[in-house]
Each structure stands twice: as structure tokens, then as C-alpha cells.
């Protein structure tokens, strides 16, 4: 291996040696990433189908895009998936990652079974979780009825859970356009929340064992009570994990599609198409028979510039209180 | 040793690859090797694949490659992208508004020259197809796909319950329908909860679509530009499938409602004939068929896919494909189909074969059932109508059947959002 230790010496520095080894690399994101991404951006603006482009349109499918209620609808129910996938997967996973950075024993055997999930295949997930929601058949139901509880249509079920728990509470009466996300959609959000807790956790951990061990110890000291220690050194310090946490897992939930596809319907989206999300959206509308590529590439533009925004907005507003 | 083993994987994984490259079906010995795509299962598959391996054994020069696909969106969907990617199979079942788009894309391959070919078929053979079915597979005067799976709707109805109510026949028309749903719907241990149902169903366009029909709508207007649904015929029909469904009924996800008739806890219910197939052998009661119950008018609708050809296939695979289709649509082959599968045969004679008349001694009302072909209809079968169709399920059928919204409403603002798919 000596011409190799030569090279190294030699031409380690080298800016053209450097480009040569992000070409592999480089190659795989242009061709995978970017030329696709700037295919659909082009694509938007013409006829397509059947991988055949049929004509100009300019922004006439935005225009179309725009009028069509089930796409607003579609954003509103992944708005809502966001909403409650978020929060619950950054509080869990939180927790759960402070209780497992201290020192208990089967350690290992914690972490590895909060990680299981997300090794699993999503598609296994899915179905065994749809077997878990069934209405006469789930294990859930099973032990719902056990307690005492009656069983819930989970996958089945249309109503808003605001518009059911009003129901529980006895008030019949309850104001349109405020019923919530269905309890389908719940059902889907337990879903991701439990299969993506994992990766957190472990994105958590390492955030929490890079905090130096003196802050605690100085903490200790100077007589600071368990929250005082989280709110006051663990939390600021955690705060650009935190951050990169709320980051990806906002991203990565505008564009559930898996779950939706296999634990929903048929028809897929249903009930009501109140678990139609905005990438089963584009997808139907781009892959069913009578389906539109380009217009699914504009629907995939709107979503681009949605979550791009979103990001910049966290980032002006959230990152202020990011201690790096 | 760690680098060696990384080496050998590599290799290993390359040359995989390699194979799997080279492994692409060549035809050799003369043999001439079809791909049909098709999105049967379960029972239906199989009794498809027994077919198919019989005529591969009758012809030692075709051999017929029968890939399932799962459901039919999943089917659509492949098909769509392998027309795309210009690599579409030989054979495939296609609805009407799939063949209407390959059409347009220049992918589906005109039938007329194999029909009118050496070995095509004669005109008093084509006269006897089912009355209806090659019409529907023609487009501006040529035949681009043929009938395959073709089933309209039935009641199954269980003998015994009907006459634990003191009823003898199944009902024949709307009134009698619900009165008898009505009788049949009853709480036999007397705790105040219903434990026998009248009818049971699921949440489908397709019941919606028959009850329009039978009540004198129509699902488009006319020219197929605008929806028709909406109608009062077709609020009428909807009030009617509510009180059906959900008076003396119950609305089950899925083809829970089968279970529930097998089970003997529900009197009757509406189901496509390919049903049979599904239950057959699953229940301990007398059971029987019998056809739709009419309204103003008598009135079915066929479902079920046909089949196309696609013209990218070089010519000895489109010619072993129609050999394929000649024989899967003969008389006494698409008989035997109709008895494994319950679809109904696609001609008349089959209806004659002896094998057709000792199944109709076997299920009683079968013949009656399969006589509704005489008078039925076909869906509009524009890709506008294929894709607003799920707005006349999901936003129209199925928020009345949940009670969400009452027929009229829900009927009005699925014609919204069809029209806008119609207009778009």
C-alpha cells in the first residue's frame, strides 16, 4: 500500500483530488436530487401524460391547482398530521431520552428497543398497526372493552376527535370547520409517532452527552433542585439538537405518504378522504389511470416552497433561542 | 480479512446484478413468451391461473406469463408507468377509461385486424356475445380491448332467515326491498339491541349507481359533460340506500358485511356475482340469488375489466395474444371462468353449455341473476368520469351513509367537485 501512503502525502491537499472524491458522492445527488427536482420545476408548466409531453400550459395547472378543494383539504389534513406528530414525537422522545442518559441498568437492552421501530420495515409497521386498529378484531378495541370502554372505529372513523369528545361530553351540538382531525388520522399519528420516537432518542442522547459534566456538577453545588438543572443547563445547552430535531421531523412529516398508503381505505385516504394527504394527493394525481404529471409536479412545487418556507420561518424564529 | 470479505461482498452483489440483467425472458425454441398483467386474487386468481396453465398446455408455442398486481389502482398505476417508461407488457386488463387514455397515447393496439383476420372470428360468433360488450369496447368504430371479467350486481339472501320471518322469495322491487329489510331486522334475545339485520352493505358507488338507474337517473348528462346524479331521482335513491344501510341495515367497512351474512346475522345482501366465488363452501344456511329489486325501471350496471393489447409488443406476441383472448372468450372456456370466478360469461351460448346449466341446479337464482345482462348498462367511460368517480363515493355515497350530510347536500356537492374533474 505504498502508492496509496505516497498519494496521501502527496496530494492530500489538492483541491482536484478533493473534487475527484466528491464525484461519486456528487454524482449520486445531482442525478438522484437535483436534476429530478428541476425536472418537476419544468415539467409544472407542460401537459404530461404518460411520460409524454403533450403541450405547453404555462401556470395553468397552479391556477387549476388553486380552485381544487381537495387539494386545499389534502393540506389542511397533513397540516393537521404535522401538527400532532411534532410536538408529541419532540416531548417523547425528549423524555425518554433524559430518563435513558442515566445510569440504569439493561441500558442497552432500552435504547435497542426504542430503536427497534424505526429499523422495522414501515410497510410490516403499517400493517401490523392496521391489524391493531380493527374495529372487531384489533387488540386495541380488545382492551378498550376490557377497562370498561367502548370500542372505537379508529381507521373507520370520519368525525373530528374534537367533535367526538364534545360527543363524549354529552353536548350535541358542535360548530362546523372545528371537528379536528379525524380519529383515522390519529390513528396515523400514533403510528409515526411511535415508529419515528426512536431516531430521535438517539439524536437526543448524543445531544444530551455532549453537555459538558461540569455545568451539572457546578448545578449540584450551588444547590439547584432536578428542574432547576433541566431548565437551566440541560435545556439551553440541548437547544441546537432540539432545534435540528424540530427541523427534520417537521420536514419529514409533510411528506408521510407510506403509512397513509397502506393503513387507510380502501379507498386510500378515507374515511371521507379526511387521511388524504398532500403527497397521497400528488401521487394519485400523477399514477392513476387519466392522471397528469405535470400536474403532480406543480402539486410537488407547492409543497417544495411550503416546507422551504417553513423552514426559513424556524429558523428567523426559533433559532433566536438556540444557544450554539 | 475485514477489506477481503468487503471485496467479496461487492463482487458478489455486482455480479447479481449482472444476472439479473441477463435473465430478461428470451424467447427461445420458438416458443413465444406473453406477459398479461392482470389484478385478480384470491380464488380469482387462481382459477385465472389454472386457465392459463391449460392453454399453455394446448399450445406449446405460446406461453402465457400471468403476473397479478395486486388491486386494480396498483395495476393502473404500473401500467401508466411502464407505458411511460415505453416497456408496457403484451397483455393487460384494462377498464374502459385506462384503454381510453392508452388510445390517445397510441399504446393500445386496434383489434379489428385479428377479428376480421385468419384467426378471427366469424360473425355469427360475434353475434353472440353478450348484447352490449363489444359496443362498450369500441371506440370511433374500432374494437381496442375485449370483455374479460365482466359481473353485475345480485341479492344473496339466506333462505332460512327469510322464512324464520314468514317471508318466501327475495324481494323484487323497492318496496318490498325495505319492507322485507325491515321484517328481516330484529332483536332476538329481547335486550333492546338489534342482533339480526336486514341487509348489510358497504360504503359503494356501485349500489348508488344501480338505485339511480332503477329510479330513472342517470349518472352523467347525456353528452357526459356535466353530473346527473344529482337529480331527484338520485336524492331519492340515496334517501332510499340510507334507510336501507342504516335502518335496517348496517354499514360495515370493507367486505365485513360478508362475514356478517356468512355469520347468519344478516338477512340479506347486495353483492357483485364474482361474491359467490368468495363464500362459496363458507356458509351452513340455504342460500340463494336473485336479481335486483326494480324501481321505476329495471336497471344494472356491468363492472369488471377487458383486456387490451399493447401495440408497442412486436407482432408474433400480439397475435399470441389474441390467440389468448379468442380462446379465454370461447364459449366453453369462458363458461368454466364464470363458474370458478362467478363473473358472468361473456356469451350468450355459454349460458346454453352444460356446464353453465348444472351451476344454475347448483345456486339457486343464478340464471335469473346473469339474465340481467339482457338490460344492462355501462359506466360513462371518460378518464374525467374514472377520476371524479371517487368524489360520487367518498364525498356523495358515503357521507350520507355515515350521516354526515343529508343526501341532497352530499349529492350536490359531489356534482361540484365531478363537474370540476369534467370541466378540467
Keep these: 500500500m505504498s502508492w496509496l501512503s505516497t498519494l496521501r502525502r502527496k496530494k492530500f491537499m489538492d483541491p482536484l483530488t478533493a473534487a475527484l472524491y466528491l464525484v461519486p458522492a456528487g454524482a449520486v445527488v445531482v442525478i438522484f436530487r437535483m436534476l429530478p427536482i428541476a425536472s418537476a420545476f419544468v415539467l409544472s408548466f407542460f401537459d404530461v401524460k404518460m411520460g409524454r409531453i403533450r403541450g405547453f400550459v404555462g401556470l395553468a395547472q397552479y391556477a387549476k391547482l388553486l380552485q381544487d378543494p381537495t387539494f386545499w383539504s389534502s393540506l389542511g389534513t397533513t397540516a393537521y398530521y404535522v401538527a400532532g406528530v411534532v410536538p408529541l414525537s419532540l416531548f417523547l422522545a425528549l423524555l425518554a431520552a433524559v430518563l435513558l442518559n442515566q445510569k440504569i441498568r439493561g441500558l442497552g437492552f432500552y435504547r435497542t428497543v426504542y430503536f427497534l421501530p424505526v429499523v422495522t420495515s414501515l410497510v410490516a409497521v403499517s400493517m401490523v398497526w392496521k391489524w391493531i386498529f380493527h374495529p372487531r378484531l384489533g387488540l386495541l378495541n380488545y382492551f378498550f372493552e376490557l377497562v370498561g370502554g367502548g370500542s372505537l372505529q379508529w381507521l373507520d372513523e370520519p368525525r373530528g376527535i374534537f367533535e367526538m369528545i364534545a360527543g363524549g361530553l354529552g353536548w350535541s351540538w358542535w360548530p362546523d370547520g372545528f371537528a379536528g382531525p379525524s380519529l383515522a388520522l390519529i390513528a396515523v399519528i400514533i403510528v409515526a409517532v411511535w415508529r419515528g420516537i426512536g431516531y430521535n432518542i438517539v439524536i437526543f442522547l448524543a445531544g444530551l452527552q455532549n453537555i459538558p459534566g461540569q455545568y451539572y456538577e457546578a448545578a449540584r453545588i450551588d444547590g439547584a433542585s432536578p428542574a432547576q438543572v433541566f431548565w437551566k443547563v440541560t435545556w439551553p445547552l440541548l437547544s441546537p439538537t432540539t432545534f435540528y430535531v424540530l427541523l427534520s421531523t417537521t420536514i419529514v412529516s409533510f411528506q408521510v405518504f407510506t403509512q397513509i398508503y397502506l393503513m387507510t381505505g380502501p379507498p386510500v385516504g378515507g374515511p371521507m378522504g379526511t387521511t388524504k394527504v398532500i403527497v397521497y394527493y400528488l401521487f394519485e394525481r400523477g399514477f392513476d389511470a387519466g392522471g397528469n404529471m405535470g400536474y403532480a409536479s406543480a402539486v410537488a412545487l407547492v409543497l417544495f416552497v411550503i416546507i422551504l418556507s417553513l423552514t426559513l420561518i424556524q429558523r428567523r424564529v426559533v433559532e433566536r433561542r438556540v444557544y450554539y | ?424
Excluded at chain 2, 378471427?120 to 353472440?128: F, T
Excluded at chain 2, 314468514?166 to 323484487?172: E, I, K, N
Excluded at chain 2, 368468495?278 to 340463494?288: I, L, P, Q, R, V
Excluded at chain 2, 350521516?403 to 370541466?423: I, M, R
Design chain 2, 1 to 424: 480479512m475485514g477489506r477481503k470479505l468487503l471485496l467479496v461482498a461487492v463482487v458478489g452483489v455486482a455480479a447479481v446484478f449482472a444476472v439479473a440483467g441477463c435473465s430478461k425472458q428470451e424467447d427461445g425454441d420458438g416458443v413465444v413468451e406473453v406477459q398479461f398483467w392482470h389484478a385478480m386474487g384470491g380464488p380469482l386468481g387462481d382459477t385465472l391461473d389454472g386457465l392459463v396453465a391449460e392453454f399453455n398446455e394446448t399450445h406449446p408455442d405460446i406461453n402465457i406469463e400471468s403476473v397479478s398486481m395486486g388491486r386494480y389502482q396498483a395495476l393502473s398505476q404500473k401500467i401508466m408507468a411502464a407505458v411511460a417508461a415505453g416497456e408496457p407488457p403484451v397483455l393487460a386488463q384494462a377498464y374502459e377509461a385506462w384503454t381510453g387514455e392508452l388510445i390517445e397515447n397510441g399504446s393500445a393496439e386496434p383489434l379489428d385486424p385479428y377479428i376480421e383476420g385468419p384467426n378471427g372470428l366469424s360473425p355469427g360468433e360475434l353475434a353472440d356475445f353478450v348484447p352490449g360488450l363489444l359496443e362498450n369496447n369500441t371506440w370511433d368504430g374500432t374494437i381496442y380491448s375485449f370483455p374479460f371479467n365482466k359481473s353485475v350486481r345480485a341479492i344473496y339472501w339466506n333462505k332460512n332467515l327469510f322464512e324464520a320471518a314468514g317471508l318466501d322469495r327475495a324481494p323484487t322491487d323497492w318496496d318490498e326491498y325495505g319492507s322485507m329489510a325491515r321484517t328481516l331486522t330484529r332483536d332476538l334475545d329481547g335486550d333492546g339491541e338489534t342482533d339480526q339485520w336486514g341487509t348489510a352493505g358497504q360504503i359503494s358507488a356501485w349500489m348508488f349507481e344501480n338505485l339511480l338507474i332503477q329510479n330513472g337517473g342517470e349518472i352523467l348528462t347525456p353528452d357526459g359533460a356535466r353530473a346527473a346524479f344529482d337529480s331527484a331521482e338520485g336524492i331519492e335513491a340515496l334517501e332510499f340506500m340510507v334507510r336501507l344501510l342504516t335502518d335496517y341495515g348496517k354499514v360495515t367497512s370493507g367486505y365485513e358485511y360478508q362475514n356478517d351474512f356468512q355469520a347468519g346475522k344478516v338477512g340479506m345482501i347486495e353483492g357483485s356475482t364474482v361474491s359467490l366465488s368468495y363464500m362459496e363452501g363458507k356458509y351452513t344456511f340455504d342460500m340463494a340469488v336473485a336479481p335486483l329489486p326494480h324501481g321505476k325501471e329495471r336497471g344494472c350496471f356491468v363492472a369488471g375489466t377487458n383486456v387490451v393489447i399493447f401495440s408497442e409488443a412486436p407482432k408474433a406476441k400480439k397475435d399470441a395474444a389474441w390467440t389468448f383472448i379468442k380462446w379465454f372468450t370461447s364459449p366453453e372456456v369462458t363458461a368454466r371462468w364464470a363458474i370458478g370466478t362467478g363473473y358472468a360469461p361473456v356469451r350468450m351460448s355459454a349460458l346454453e353449455s352444460e356446464s353453465m346449466q348444472a351451476r344454475f341446479e347448483e345456486i339457486e337464482g343464478l340464471r335469473e341473476v346473469l339474465a340481467q345482462l339482457e338490460f344492462a348498462s355501462y359506466e360513462p367511460r371518460s378518464a374525467a368520469w374514472y377520476a371524479g368517480r371517487k368524489y360520487l363515493e367518498e364525498g356523495g355515497v358515503e357521507s350520507a351513509l355515515r350521516k354526515q350530510k343529508d343526501p341532497s347536500t352530499a349529492l350536490a356537492e359531489a356534482a361540484v367537485a365531478v363537474n370540476a374533474e369534467l370541466g378540467g
